[in-house]
């Protein structure tokens, strides 16, 4: 038995203390051999990685990157969590979302794992007379309804609580949230809601249903429009600052106001940035209350959805790994309700495997990873600590723009809020099409020969507002061209891939130009002859040395064997007969559009 001494055994002790540029100086090392000749900070930098509204993720923080207190949970500014217990006691809130009148589904659901219900009723949903048909058979009392109603939210209100009052539930029993987003849906629909009938549910609720809340502030559609997360919160807080005003004006004091708010944000599978953002969101909006009289009711009641516009219909079994890390982001951030996108969200009306696949991914990571044991158990990371205060002031900037801008009603009908997240969204897509954000099973590692997943179609969504956009929309038009080529010919467009030498020099470039092609449906042949492969373009795959040899000689047997196009995969160089360059960073979706063009693949 080892008897430590007094003052407790310093695993450290023995090292001298090393200095940061030490580290520095090891870095640009390791850079030179690379070919980067680059020292001290500028070697750090090398490394950083570029985010979204102007902020970077260094390779390396340390105890120097100062961040502000985050306080404790159930404390302003609330980062580490509205309430003192977190989600210790049961875990978050597992609510799934339904948008038809499926009793079933909603029965297995609850019987299942699922702890609320999301119901998306009127336009684009369940019918409002089928909401009593619909939550027949539901322990009302027990399981908390979320509305979601865009203009007949005063409607749809109502009904569910004649549906309450009919089955007996208190009113002190009630749980959940009546859904009025005059503002989301404006944003979603372009359609403007009359804001009396929120302001009136807020009052009923106030005053009669404790446990029911009227307003959403519904951050989805500014995410689903491009924006970014520093765009997300901005929009999220003048949301909330406008329905502020309005139920002020409609008798509610601050506090009564805040308590009748709940905030709907996105989680990606960048978990890091998402832990930080709903951190970052409690802050601010923690502040918000603060300036406005009531710094006790600053609490933020988040419900976290798994992002659609991280969903891809090529592959969407690989969806399932995109959700559970959003997820667990949303857990570790502090969510108190996560819906689980069904990994067929984007292909129409999901079934019951994916929604059985959907709740289980909460619990998992409740009851079997045991992630809602520790409250915030990110906070004190250097990283996330600096990461939560440098979001948070991108997205205050981004509030007071739109607030200068006359608040959230004149910034979304002056289209100036479209503008920002379209400008946003134009610089993230040309990522996508050079595949430096990469998105597997579509950009990266495409699987042509997977047989498509069908499902029945889903109520359409509401929309004549903000667009909404996918990371895999550039390229899922040029695989429908490939599909609707393959339809008509029995076969998909081809290309040949010309491989020059042993496979250690030819391997890697000839995977990289196979995954490139396929992305858009092409599919690459690889073994016999060009005149063999039934294509009319070719690629050349080797090493840079082997190209200085034989390249030239190489184009000129392949355009003599009919290729009207030849490629090389490596970077632009001077190789006569080459038509055109495949490599790391090109705009993979121009390159391949061009080449269906050519090969009279029809748009």
């Known amino acids: ?50 985010l979204e509204d102007g902020l970077r993720t260094r390779p390396l923080y340390t105890a120097h990157d100062s961040a502000p207190d985050p306080g404790l949970p159930g404390f302003a500014p609330f980062v580490r969590g509205g309430r003192a217990e977190g989600n210790t006691v049961g875990g978050w809130d597992v609510r799934q979302r339904h948008t038809v009148a499926d009793r079933d589904a909603v029965l297995g659901d609850l019987e299942n ?224 309700a996560v819906t689980v996108l069904p990994f067929d969200h984007a292909l129409g009306l999901p079934d019951a495997f994916a929604r059985r696949i959907a709740r289980n991914t909460s619990t998992i990571l409740i009851e079997e990873s045991h992630l809602a044991r520790v409250i915030d158990p990110a906070g004190g990371s250097w990283y996330v600590e600096r990461l939560t205060d440098e979001l948070a002031h991108a997205g205050w900037e981004f509030f007071q723009r739109i607030e200068r801008l006359g608040g ?28 430096r954000e990469p998105v597997t099973g579509v950009s990266e590692f495409p699987f042509l020969a997977e047989k498509p997943v069908v499902r029945a179609s889903a109520p359409e969504p509401r929309s004549g507002g903000l667009p909404r956009v996918r990371r895999d929309e550039a390229y899922e038009v040029l695989r429908a061209r490939s599909d609707a080529h393959l339809a008509a010919t029995g076969s998909r467009p081809r290309v040949f891939l010309a491989a020059l030498g042993p496979a250690a020099a030819h391997t890697a470039r000839l995977t990289f130009a196979s995954n490139l092609f396929q992305a858009g449906g092409i599919e690459p042949v690889a073994q016999g002859t060009f005149e063999e492969s039934g294509a009319t373009e070719a690629v050349l795959c080797s090493s840079d040395a082997l190209y200085a040899e034989r390249a030239e000689a190489a184009v000129r047997d392949l355009k ?44």
């Not at 490596?570 to 063009?597: I, K, M, Q, W």
């Open 1 to 50: 038995m080892t008897v430590l001494p007094d003052d407790g055994l310093e695993l450290a002790g023995e090292f001298p203390d090393v200095p940061h540029e030490q580290w520095q100086r090891l870095v640009a090392g390791v850079l030179r051999k690379a070919g980067k000749d680059v020292e001290g900070t500028e070697a750090e930098e090398a490394l950083s990685t570029a």
């Open 560 to 603: 003599a064997a009919g290729a009207r196009q030849v490629f090389l995969a490596g970077r632009p160089g001077e190789y006569p007969g080459v038509d055109g360059y495949v490599f790391a960073g090109c705009d993979a979706v121009a390159v391949l559009s061009a080449t269906l063009d050519r090969m009279g693949v029809v748009s």
């Open 113 to 336: 794992g699922v702890t609320s219900l999301w119901l998306t009723v009127g336009e684009g949903g369940i019918a409002v007379p089928d909401l009593g048909r619909v939550l027949d058979g539901v322990y009302l009392d027990l399981a908390p309804v979320v509305l979601d109603a865009g203009c007949d939210a005063g409607p749809a209100a109502r009904e569910l609580l004649r549906v309450y009052a009919e089955r007996g539930v208190a009113r002190d029993a009630a749980r959940g949230n009546l859904g009025a987003d005059p503002l989301g849906h404006e944003a979603r629909t372009g359609q403007r809601c009359d804001t009396a009938p929120a302001a009136e549910l807020a009052r009923l609720c106030a005053g009669e249903y404790p446990g029911l809340r009227a307003l959403t502030v519904d951050a989805l559609p500014y995410h689903e429009a491009g924006g970014s997360a520093a765009q997300e919160l901005g929009c999220s807080l003048a949301t909330g600052v406008a329905y502020l005003r309005e139920l002020a004006d409609a008798g509610l004091d601050v506090e009564q106001a805040c308590a009748q708010l709940e905030f709907r944000y996105a989680a990606t599978a960048d978990q890091f940035l998402t832990i930080a953002k709903l951190r970052a969101a409690r802050r601010l909006w923690a502040r918000v209350a603060e300036v406005s009289g009531a710094p006790r009711a600053g609490a933020q009641l988040q419900h976290v959805v798994t992002s659609p516009v991280m969903m891809t219909r090529r592959d969407p079994w690989v969806n399932m790994l995109r959700s559970t890390i959003a997820t667990l982001a949303a857990g570790a951030g502090g969510a108190d």
């Open 408 to 435: 959230m009603p004149a910034a979304l009908r002056s289209g100036d809020v479209e503008r920002d997240l379209a400008e946003t969204w134009q610089a993230r897509a040309a990522l996508l099409a050079k595949r």
